[in-house]
C-alpha cells in the first residue's frame, strides 16, 4: 500500500518535471525542491548522528561552520517536539479520562516541569551512553530528551486543560453520533484543544532555544560532552570571551527565529483558527501568504483530496450509529487493563528511582539539608515574585491583543520573534549591566526569570481571549458595562482556565531558569546568588551525585506542596466555576 502510494507520487512529481517548460507549475517545484532540502538535511544529520563516539569536539567560530551548526540544533529541537507531542497526546489524555491516573500522573508532571534541566542529565547520559557505547547516537539522544524535558510539560498541561474544559454540546454530539473514543478524540477533542495547544507549541519551543547551551554543551564530573550546534558555538564564544562570534551566533539565532515564524508558526496559527468554537467571534481568518502558495500547488491539492476521500470513508454512517454506541456501553477489558498495567509501572519506575534517590541521600549531612532549604526559600521567593510581575503586564496586554483582530495580526509575529528568541545568550551582559547600574545579583535573576517566564502566561492568555464567545461580549456592549466591569464580570473569568495553566507552567519554568540566572559565568569571572537553583549547578559542576539529588528532591517537594495547596484548588475551580461550555 505504501509503495504503491510512493510510487504514484513518484509519477505525479516526474510527470511535473517532464512537462513543457510552459505548463509547468513553479510552485509545485518548489515544494519539491523543499521536500529534496528536507531530505538531503535529514541525511547530513543521521551522518553525524551515526558517526563514532568523539571524546572532544572542536567548536569552529567561523562564521561559514553556523549553517551546519544551526541546522543540528534545529533537527535536535525538531525530534524533541515530535517526542514532547506524543508524550502530551499519550500521557495529558490518560490523565484525562482515567480519575486514578489523574491522581498520580498531574502531581508528577507538575513535579518533573520544576526539575531543573540538569537534573535529568546524568540518568539519561548514563542509560544512553550504556546503550550506545561507541555510536554518536547517545549523546545526540541525550540532548534530544534534555530539549524534551523542557518542552513537553507545557503541551501535556494545555491539552490536559482542554479536555477538562470540553464544551458539553461536543460531548453530547460525539455520544449522538456514537463515536468510538478514538474518532472521539480524532473528530472532536484534538480539533478543540488545537488553538491552545498550538500557542504552547510555541513556547515550548521558544524553551528548547533558551536551554540550548545546556542541552549541547553539558558537563558531569571532571566530564565534558559536548555537541556540535549553535548552542556549542555559542557556549565557546562566551567562554573565550570572542564578542564577534557571540554577535554572530545572536544574529544566526534571530534569522531562525523570523524564519520559523513566517514559514511554520504563522500558518500553523493561522490554519488553527478554523478550530475556533465560537463561529461568530470577531477574529478574521488570517490568510497567510504561504497557505495562500499552497493552495495553488497541483501536487498538494492531489494529496489533500486522496486525504479526504480516506478521511470521508471513515465518517461513521447512520446505520453504525447503534452498532458503534454497543461497543462503547461495553466495558473495555483490553484498554483498562493496560492503563493499570502501565499505571503500576509507572508506580513501579518510581519506586526504584526513590530507593536510589533514598541511598544517595544518605550521604547528605544534616548542616548541607539545612542550607538547601535555605536556598529553595531564596529561590522559591524569586519563581513566585517573578511570576506576579510577569502577570502583571501579560494580563492586559494578552486580552488586548486576543480580543483585537486587528492587533492580533500585527503583533502575532512580533510577540512569536519576541518569544523564541533564547534570552539566555544576553544573561551574561545583562548581569553585568545591572551589576553597572548598582543591581545586584538577586535582584537581576528577578528580572531574568521574568523575561523566562512571561511568554508563558502571555500566549495562555491570548488563546484564553480568542476563545471568549462574542456573544458575551456583545451583551456587555449593549449593557454599557464599564472597562473594570467587563474585566472582573467577563474578560478575567474568561480567560482564568487558561491562566491557571500559564501560572503552572510558568512557575515550572522559572524553577528551570533559575539554575541559568543564579550562577552565571562570563570569561573567567562567575557570579552567584544564594538559591537552589545555583547548588544544583555547582552540585553537577563537581559531581556530587547525593547534592544532586538532595537539590532537586528538595525543589520537587516545594512544588508538590505549592501544587496541592494552591493549584489543584485552582484547577477545580476553572473547571467548575470559570469554565464558559460547561
Known sequence: MIHRFLDTVWGQAMNLLTAPIRHRRWIDLLVLAALAGTLAALWLVGKEWTSVQRPTVEIVLSAWALPKYLLLSLMRAVAAYAVSLTFTMVVAYWAAKDPLAERILVPILDILQSVPLLAFLPPVLLLMLTLFPRSNIGLELSAVLLIVSCQAWNMAFSFYQSLKTLPKELEETSSLYGFTWLQKLRWVEIPFATPGLVWNSMVSVANSWFFLVSAEAFKAGDKNFQLPGLGSYMNT????????????????????????????????????????????????????????????????????????????????????IRKAQEEIERPGRLGSWFATSALIGVLVMLALGGVSVMRLLADVSLAKWLVLVKAGGASLARVLFSTFLATLWTLPVGLWIGMSPKWSRRLQSVVQVAASFPSSLLFATLILLFRSLGIGLGVSCVLLMVLSTQWYLLFNIIAGAQAIPSDLREASTAYRLSLWMRCKTLYFPAVFPFLVTGWVTATGGAWNASIVTEIVTSKSETLRTFGLGAEVVLATEQGSMPHLAASALLMAVLVVLFNRLVWVPLYRLAETRYALNR
Not at 246 to 252: C, F, N, P
Not at 268 to 285: C, H, I, M, T, Y
Not at 311 to 316: A, D, G, M, S, V
Open 237 to 320: 564564544a562566551v567562554e573565550q570571551g570572542n564578542t564577534r562570534a557571540q554577535v554572530l551566533a545572536i544574529i544566526t539565532m534571530l534569522i531562525l527565529v523570523i524564519l520559523l515564524d513566517q514559514l511554520v508558526w504563522r500558518p500553523v496559527v493561522a490554519w488553527s483558527q478554523r478550530f475556533q468554537v465560537d463561529e461568530g467571534s470577531e477574529l478574521e481568518p488570517d490568510d497567510h501568504w504561504l497557505l495562500r502558495l499552497f493552495r495553488r500547488s497541483r501536487l498538494l491539492k492531489w494529496l489533500e483530496k486522496r486525504r479526504t476521500h480516506r478521511l470521508h470513508r471513515r465518517i461513521p454512517r447512520p446505520a453504525l
